[in-house]
Every structure is written in C-alpha cells, then in structure tokens.
C-alpha cells in the first residue's frame, strides 16, 4: 500500500519522509505515519521522498594513456539522508543528472593518467576516487553515497581482437615451449633406453659366447677322456669342421638366401678353425672383464 493523504491528513508509509510547507514555505519533514494538516493555516504536504537506496548505472567513454578508447559502465547506490530531506527536495532539480555530470568529470580526469593494463588492475582505485568526489558534493544536498562499483570497462572492438591476439600468440608460444621439452624428454629417455638395451645385449652375447665356450672345453675334455691318443687340439678342429659343415647346411637351407658364395679348399678348414678359436677365447677375455 502506497502513501495516501487528502486535504487535512495522509499517511507516510515507511522508507519514505514528507515535506511539510506552510503558506509555501518549508515547516517540518513529517517521517513514516499519520500526520493532521492544518489548511487553513496554509500547511499542506508539500511531497514525499523515498529513502531507500536507489542504482544509477552512468556509462562513461574516454580514453587511457596509451590512447585507448574504452567505455568504463560504472553503478552508482545513493540515497536520501533523512535529516537532510529538505535540501534534497528543494536544492536538485534532476539528481541523477548531478551525479552523472560528477562521474564524468572524475572519471575522464583519473583515466587518461593510466594504461589500459593499469586501468584493469586499478579500477577499485578509480571507483574510490569518484566515490570520495560524489559524497563530498551531494552530501552538501542530502544525499548519500553508499557505493560506487566499477561493473564492466571495454576497449574499443579493435584493441579487444588486438588483445586476443596477442593472448592467443603468447598462450602458442608457452605450448610450443612445453611441446619441445616433453619431445627433448622423450629422445633423451629413448636414447637412455636404447643405450641400455645395447649394454644388455652385449652382456647377453658374451655370456652366450662364455656358455658356447663353456660347453666346448667340456666336451673336449671328456673327448679326450674317453679316446685315448686324441689330443685336445685334434678334438677342437674335429669340432670346427663338423661346426663349419652344420653352417653350410643352414645356409643352404635357408630360404632367404639364393646364392651364396663360400671360399671352401682343403687349408680354408684350418683357417676357419682357428678363427673361431680367436673368437672364443677373445669371449673369454671380455667376460673376465665384464665380471
């Protein structure tokens, strides 16, 4: 239920205060109630302000130091101060009109001093000082000035993509640095890997070697054992040749291979033999080594 009232009485709702005149001249400010008027001796309510508090949303164009232009939308919470009515009744035609003609002036005298960056990070700052600025002015004309929030600056359009951008070309270069470390970690641990399989590999073929060298010295050994008369040496070159002939079979065999050509007289033997000896015992000498 709104404010009612007739020629000799009214009612002032709550969160609102009348202005009381007399022969047109202000009297009293008549707070939340029933309230008498006396007509006939020229008292009448005069109005009613509201006390509660009001938004004015002011959008303010300018431009930074760094000659950006942007638009800074700025909400303004002020309200009536109850003692001080009548001068906001009587002192302001247009209030609003008043505050957004001071947020201008504020604003486009702080902004220019800033780079859009600073501008960014800085907005609180020119929040306070238009708030510092309106409650000195319109506190003179009773009106308070609770808050003042900086809701939203936007560049021009073209320092929006420009921005962008440079985001997007910065964000790129930081993946591009990420990519090379994680693709230089992967070929450091793939050579690591591939330097520990090749150690791997060598320690398993010389102990295949020492094995196979292992296994011939026993069965010379006991070769030599069994026939009497053999020699060790004549039972190693017994085995080179019978090893020699094996390896022609599975050459031949093979079916990767169409031809092959093998130097093969009655000395070549001999000299297989005794390169397959060198072998062995050069297998022996490394796994001495390794152990």
Not at 19 to 46: D, I, K, M, S, Y
Request: negative net charge; contains cysteine; hydrophobic residues 40%.
């Amino acid at each position: 239920m709104g404010n009612t009232f007739c020629f000799f009485c009214g009612c002032i709702q709550q969160s609102n205060v009348g202005v009381v005149e007399q022969w047109g001249r202000f009297t009293r400010l008549a707070q939340p109630g029933f309230h008498f008027f006396n007509p006939l001796a020229g008292e009448c309510l005069a109005g009613i302000l509201s006390t509660r508090i009001s938004s004015l949303d002011v959008r303010v164009e300018t431009k930074t130091k760094d000659n950006v232009f942007v638009q800074l939308l700025c909400s303004i919470q002020y309200r009536v101060v109850k003692e001080n009515a009548d001068d906001a009744f009587y002192e302001l035609q247009n209030p609003q009109e008043q505050i957004q003609a001071y947020v201008f002036d504020v604003t486009r005298a702080i902004v220019p001093r800033m780079n859009l960056d600073e501008l960014f990070e800085q907005k609180d700052h020119v929040a306070k000082a238009v708030l510092e600025e309106l409650a000195k002015v319109m506190g003179d004309y009773g009106y308070s000035i609770e808050h003042i929030l900086m809701v939203d600056i936007v560049p021009d359009p073209s320092v929006r993509r420009a921005m962008n951008e440079i985001n997007a070309a910065q964000r790129m270069q930081l993946a591009s640095v990420y990519k090379g470390e994680a693709e230089k970690v992967l070929q450091v641990k793939k050579a690591e890997a591939e330097a520990e399989s090749k150690y791997l590999g060598g320690v398993g073929v010389a102990r295949q070697r020492q094995a196979i060298t292992d296994g011939l010295r026993e069965n010379i050994l006991n070769f030599s054992h069994k026939v009497e008369g053999a020699s060790p040496k004549e039972v190693m070159d017994l085995i080179m040749i019978t090893q020699y002939f094996d390896t022609i079979k599975d050459l031949g065999n093979s079916s990767k291979n169409t031809t092959v050509f093998i130097p093969h007289g009655p000395g070549h033997v001999r000299d297989i033999g005794d390169q397959i000896r060198n072998g062995l015992m050069e297998a022996s000498s490394a796994q001495v080594n390794l152990d």
